[in-house]
């Protein structure tokens, strides 16, 4: 069955840096855009990145844009979100989605359970 797993959340100060992992299994990985989401309490769901099955495209909220990368390991089954220049308003449960195909075109099939981002002083 498909699975999809995140790690990397924690609790970081304003400016720093962390990175997000989502370890996929279940199906063929290298065939499927994946993208990462966030959701912070009482706001709905927002994307924050996506990146096709070969990894050479990639798009980004506007608010993410310069400070996150998303990039993914086919070799490894996983994709990963480098977070830089974290705000406060960055703090939120992350999720990592399966798109339906290979790019974004396609709806989330499957979602992860989520990590938490916490950005404090």
């Known amino acids: 069955q498909v699975q999809l797993v995140e790690s990397g959340g924690g609790l970081v100060q304003p400016g720093g840096s962390l990175r997000l992992s989502c370890a996929a299994s279940?199906?063929?990985?290298?065939?499927?855009?994946m993208s990462w989401y966030r959701q912070a309490p009482g706001k709905e769901r927002e994307l924050v990145a996506a990146?096709?099955?070969?990894?050479?495209?990639?798009k980004y909220a506007d608010s993410m844009k310069g400070r996150f990368t998303i990039s993914r390991d086919n070799a490894k089954n996983t994709v990963y979100l480098q977070m830089n220049s974290l705000k406060f308003e960055d703090t939120a449960v992350y999720y990592c989605?399966?798109?339906?195909?290979?790019?974004?075109?396609?709806?989330?099939?499957?979602w992860g359970l989520g990590t938490q981002v916490t950005v404090s002083s």
């Open positions: 989605s399966r798109k339906g195909g290979s790019d974004w075109s396609f709806q989330n099939d499957y």
């Open positions: 279940g199906f063929t990985f290298s065939s499927y855009a």
């Open positions: 990146i096709t099955s070969s990894g050479r495209l990639t």
